[in-house]
């Protein structure tokens, strides 16, 4: 069973476009994040949202737009892609609750913006 | 959140002890230790944390100064599968906190 999973795997796409990618989480957990990895492999928190509601956001332009469902799941939205938005996301879930507060991370979408 | 200084990149041989140290000398009395790892092409995955006491899982074992300002990931029997980049993280437990990667360990596991 895949704990915190994304969809798609990779996305390819021309400037300008919008594109979503989703992501869903089976722990039950409260809390989901998405995170970007650019190509010198830096990590760096974008969002995070708790009970659906926004409690993290990390100076991230607005053609970026996070939507939160439900609990289980935090969809990315990108207006008007640019080449720089090309990078690896990778969506995580956590339990605020629990003093532990591990993170689990989905296996990462590829975005490449041609 | 205090920063934390790793060893750009470490080797290790198969069935050996890896040992991964970390700098924290500016961590605060109610922040932890977190190690992730993230082996290439995946999202990182949690390892072990600890507050000021040692502590071992399956995984790995985590070794706190007792002044904590600085600790040590050991795997006691490194595979090639632990291959990976190795990141120490400082944060409080609890409340909304993000985790702040730095650029971690490259741990090269060789036969």
């Known amino acids: 069973d895949t704990a915190v999973s994304q969809t798609p795997k990779y996305l390819v796409t021309q400037m300008g476009n919008d594109k979503s990618i989703k992501c869903e989480q089976n722990?039950?957990?409260?809390?989901m994040y998405w995170y970007k990895q650019d190509s010198k492999k830096f990590l760096k928190i974008m969002f995070s949202?708790?009970?659906?509601?926004?409690?993290i956001n990390e100076t991230v332009p607005n053609r970026f737009s996070p939507k939160s469902p439900d609990k289980a799941h935090l969809n990315l939205h990108i207006n008007s892609l640019e080449l720089g938005d090309s990078a690896v996301y990778f969506c995580?879930?956590?339990?605020?609750?629990?003093?532990?507060?591990?993170?689990?991370f989905g296996p990462g979408t590829r975005l490449t913006v041609l | 959140d205090a920063k934390t200084t790793q060893p750009t990149s470490m080797d290790c041989a198969e069935g050996r002890a890896a040992n991964l140290p970390c700098n924290h000398s500016t961590i605060s009395g109610n922040e932890y230790v977190y190690w992730y790892r993230q082996i290439h092409s995946q999202g990182p995955q949690y390892i072990i944390h600890?507050?000021?006491n040692n502590e071992t899982n399956e995984m790995a074992s985590l070794i706190i100064t007792e002044d904590r300002k600085s600790s040590t990931l050991i795997l006691p029997h490194a595979t090639l599968r632990d291959t990976a980049v190795y990141y120490c993280?400082?944060?409080?437990?609890?409340?909304?906190?993000?985790?702040?990667f730095g650029t971690g360990t490259r741990l090269l596991v060789s036969p």
């Open positions: 600890g507050l000021k």
């Open positions: 995580a879930s956590s339990q605020e609750r629990h003093s532990t507060d591990t993170q689990y």
């Open positions: 722990l039950g957990h409260d809390t």
């Open positions: 993280i400082v944060r409080r437990s609890t409340g909304f906190q993000k985790l702040v």
């Open positions: 949202y708790n009970n659906k509601e926004l409690i």
